[in-house]
């Protein structure tokens, strides 16, 4: 049973390698790991056939880093591989089957608060990767199971308390309406143009906020593999009737010819893994064949199927899909992949590895860029405060991880204002402490490509480290994507603060407000002016 006061504990000290036992691997341990992950014959055949586990690649990874991986563990499987369980019913049956392995999740009332807010739904793969020997402390588990405590106390109390199913409904709705679902004025990245009759023409399923980059939210993107308990999206995944959506790709490809400075586009979603092969198409192959549309150079894909779903790409299915990636690599356009690694436990396991190597092999830039996260991949010791050493290990070894697999360290970004903020984000200096100590300790091909990160109405905006003034400490910040992209050049200062959670709460250092504020502003208005006279 789970005590009481059921916050998860970060005291416990990480694993390090010379406290695991390192056995490395043999061709024969690579047959026992598909038949505990129920590899089917034809993912058997797909990869022997593509060669997707070498043991030489296994056997670094777990000699490496032992205390993180899964590949030789025995242990049977809690949940059926290739279940998904959704919803509150998915949520109970979850609940039942840890039961009746011993497990006994408590607080389950609050739990479901949460999940009627934002929604619940996890896979087996997710499920069965989570320590269950250790499960309080186990980073998936936060990842993908609502905790009690996550959600505002006074409304949780008032739905417990409820006493019939029309009370809790309301206090649902209510709740809904406070979560903020897009932060940074995302509302106001909509694009429009002039189209063919003069009209002018938005798209409801896009932003376009900086220049050479436009995301793009098609209609099949409308769902995830897992709902991650802090989403960022989830006025996607919830349907609400301000999520962003794109149904009409033609519309797309018309805006793109008059912005030339477009070389990238992003489909993201919810989560782009789920676009069939068909619809892929529609958007890539003008690309290639039309000159009108030549600047674009770049597609990127945004996924978690990597954790969540690996054994989507490990089906001969998925063969249409990689034709395509094959034709974007034969055609000078990159295909980037960008996954989101929080953990090194969530690539330790033949699924995600082997999934990995596929893509690659058919010219995928695969890339991870993901938030730096408390009770996830941000840890505190016994007195709550964070724990430099322990959080930053945890992304050292990430870091090694992925360039050990070929894969890009894109970015790590501080919690997004949106949800469930307060529980998931820390202090920015702390953050900032456990970033210097990621970024002195890798070598520098291993590094994240830019310094932390956080997303506000103005751009994403850095934490470059902290300078000292006339004696006076302070934050040296900058952008690395802004509104206006002139306000990247320059590094200004912010007061130092032991406290603030989100870096727009940081106070100027030398002057009454920042140097970009009034231009942002004007911005603003101007973009507001354009969607209320849209929306009229």
């Not at 436009?214 to 995944?237: E, G, I, K, M, P």
């Not at 090194?344 to 082997?354: F, G, K, Y």
């Not at 997004?416 to 970033?435: K, N, S």
Request: hydrophobic fraction near 35%; proline fraction near 4%.
């Amino acid at each position: 049973m789970i005590p009481e006061n059921n916050t998860p504990s970060r005291a416990s000290e990480q694993l390090q390698p010379e406290d695991v036992p390192q056995s490395g691997i043999a061709k024969e341990d690579i047959l026992l790991m598909m038949n505990r992950y129920q590899f089917s014959d034809e993912v058997r055949h797909i990869i022997k056939q593509e060669n997707l586990l070498p043991v030489g690649v296994l056997n670094r990874l777990q000699i490496n880093y032992p205390q993180h991986s899964g590949l030789l563990e025995n242990k049977s499987f809690l949940f059926k591989v290739g279940s998904h369980y959704a919803g509150l019913s998915g949520f109970r049956k979850v609940c039942d089957i840890l039961k009746k392995s011993g497990i006994e999740l408590e607080k389950i009332k609050e739990r479901e608060f949460y999940i009627e807010v934002y929604r619940f739904l996890a896979t087996s793969h997710s499920l069965n990767i989570i320590n269950w020997d250790d499960y309080e402390n186990d980073s998936v588990y936060q990842l993908v199971l609502p905790q009690p405590g996550m959600i505002d106390p006074e409304a949780t109390r008032a739905y417990v308390a409820a006493e019939s199913r029309a009370e809790q409904e309301k206090i649902v709705a209510e709740y809904s309406e406070k979560t903020n679902p897009h932060d940074g004025h995302q509302q106001l990245n909509k694009p429009w143009f002039d189209n063919a009759e003069g009209e002018i023409e938005f798209l409801d399923g896009s932003q376009h906020k900086y220049p050479q980059c436009q995301l793009v939210f098609d209609t099949s993107t409308q769902n995830c593999f897992s709902f991650c308990t802090y989403c960022f999206r989830h006025a996607q995944v919830r349907g609400d009737e301000d999520m962003f959506l794109q149904k009409d790709i033609t519309q797309l490809h018309n805006y793109l010819k008059k912005h030339k400075e477009v070389t990238d586009i992003l489909i993201t979603g919810g989560d782009a893994g789920f676009m069939p092969a068909s619809r892929f198409s529609q958007y890539i192959m003008p690309i290639i064949e039309d000159q009108d549309l030549s600047h674009i150079r770049t597609i990127r894909l945004g996924s978690r199927a990597l954790t969540f779903q690996p054994e989507l790409i490990l089906t001969k299915k998925f063969e249409k899909m990689l034709e395509l990636y094959d034709v974007l690599y034969e055609n000078g356009i990159q295909m980037a992949w960008m996954a989101h690694f929080s953990t090194p436990r969530e690539l330790l396991n033949p699924r995600t590895i082997a999934a990995i190597r596929r893509l690659k092999a058919h010219g995928v830039m695969v890339r991870s860029q993901s938030p730096i996260m408390n009770h996830i991949s941000l840890f505190t010791d016994e007195q709550g405060q964070v724990d430099i050493d322990k959080s930053a290990q945890n992304w050292i070894d990430l870091a090694n991880i992925l360039a050990m697999l070929g894969l890009g360290f894109h970015s790590m970004y501080a919690a997004r204002p949106t949800g469930e903020h307060h529980y998931f984000a820390a202090p920015m200096a702390d953050i900032e402490r456990v970033f210097s100590k990621i970024y002195n300790s890798l070598a520098s091909i291993n590094r994240p490509s830019r310094h932390i990160s956080m997303t506000i109405s103005a751009g994403k905006l850095a934490i470059l480290g902290t300078s000292i003034i006339n004696g006076e400490k302070c934050f040296a910040l900058q952008f690395t994507e802004a509104r206006n992209m002139e306000w990247m050049n320059r590094v200004f200062h912010a007061k130092y603060d032991e406290t603030k959670n989100k870096i727009d709460l940081l106070l100027p250092f030398d002057t009454e407000k920042y140097f970009f504020e009034d231009e942002l502003k004007e911005i603003e208005e101007n973009l507001a002016l354009k969607l209320r006279k849209r929306l009229s």
